[in-house]
């Protein structure tokens, strides 16, 4: 069986700053003795991302000695621009353009802020390198079979090595334990559920929930851009500005049962 992490053509390792993408960086460098000259590491900053994913991206960069090119959508031409760990939006920036030029919020049903904010800016940025035509590979695992499926269905050539080499969380969280660094992101009630976009709105509720009450001030950004549309993220959740007043009143009325929503930002 040839090595799922081995670079044979253009190939953007797209890496969303957690630990699944990382440990994914981690085993194509290590396939490749580097990272080869058709190899890109590609970081998309939305600018909701925390602190402690920025930081982690740097680590990553420092410690394995590899380049992270770091993309912001922008939205006048050409698309996007290059930052550094320094320059990153911290203020939600992106993802604010993104929604003035589009008036409307994404939302379940068109989740279109992963496309235009990650996939669209990757593409416009390896075109401009001269290269149309190449392979992403994404930190998906092989405990995530509906996600790996929908990945064989998209018109996109995607590849996710991590699942065709089988490999689970568990794996991905004994290697972190023998790192001399990690992401450094506090549980909220026993759960790592903070992650990339500090609240998405695909996150279930009660998780949702338990971060604002851990930190109201998160929800600030998400409150300004419904009121900014006259919108919800989520339909099928309250707004963000009545979820900060349960939260207040340390109410708990979402069930666990709901299962979040995946997308391309992964782990």
Partial sequence: ???????????????????????????????????????????????????????FVKDCETFWNVPI??????????????????????DGKPFEDLIIKKNYLPNPLARFCTEELKVKVITKFMKDKGIEDFVTFVGI????????????????????????????????????????????????NGNSILGNCDLCFLKKANHKLSLIQDNPDRAIWWINMENKVNAKFNIGHPDYNSMVQYSKKQIDMFSDDEEAIACFCGD
């Fill in 141 to 188: 695992r092989a405990d995530e079979p509906r996600r790996v499926a929908k990945m064989k269905i998209n018109k996109d050539i995607k590849e996710t090595p991590l699942a065709s080499a089988k490999i689970g969380i568990n794996h991905i969280l004994q290697f972190w334990e023998k790192q001399d660094f990690d992401l450094n992101l506090k549980s909220v």
């Fill in 69 to 90: 090119t770091w993309l912001e959508y922008i939205s006048e031409k050409p698309g996007y621009k290059v930052v550094n760990f320094e320059t990153a939006s911290r």
């Fill in 1 to 55: 069986m040839s090595n799922p992490f081995k670079i044979l053509e253009p190939t953007v390792v797209s890496f969303s700053g957690g630990r699944t993408s990382a440990y994914m960086l981690h085993e194509t460098l290590k396939a490749n003795n580097g990272l080869p000259d058709d190899g890109f590491v590609i970081f998309s900053n939305t600018g909701k991302e925390v602190e402690e994913t920025l930081q």
